[in-house]
């Protein structure tokens, strides 16, 4: 099993599922990002504190693979790597197992940047520093 940086459990709820009885495709994003912020909140950085800062996370790309729906009742785990892309550009590698047997849900990637006070990428300090300490490297062959 891969190691990740972050795991956050879950379970469906009935309103989050579609006429054909499983999640709607959507809400896996919803699941995504509040795992994301947990993820960070977990590293002690406070994404609320940011954007007071001038300081804006922003989400530029997302790709996610469903491979098995997930039903009202179920339980399941969002689990998280984060990966440097470039100076300025960062990926969360998010995987959604299904409890208890972590078979997949989906796969994802979730490309992001930081915007500063004047409109332009940069990233600050606090995400330089996570990302050194926690990032696999672009390239590195436990990165999905």
Sequence with gaps: MTEYLHQLEFAVRNYECDLQGIVNNAIYQNYLEH?????????????????????NLVVT????????????????????NLERISRIRFAFVQDILKLPD???????????????????????????????????????????
Excluded: W
Excluded at 35 to 55: I, P, T, Y
């Design 102 to 144: 972590l078979s997949t849900v989906i796969n994802a990637r979730v490309v992001g940047t930081a915007i500063n006070d004047r409109g332009r990428p940069a990233l600050p300090p606090e995400i330089e520093t996570i990302l050194d300490q926690h990032a696999k490297p672009m390239g590195d062959p436990a990165v999905k």
């Design 35 to 55: 795992s994301r912020h947990e993820c960070l909140k977990a590293m002690n950085l406070d994404f609320a504190a940011l954007v007071q800062q001038g300081v």
């Design 61 to 80: 790309r997302v790709e996610i693979d469903y491979r098995s729906p997930l039903r009202s009742g179920d339980r399941f785990v969002v689990c998280s």
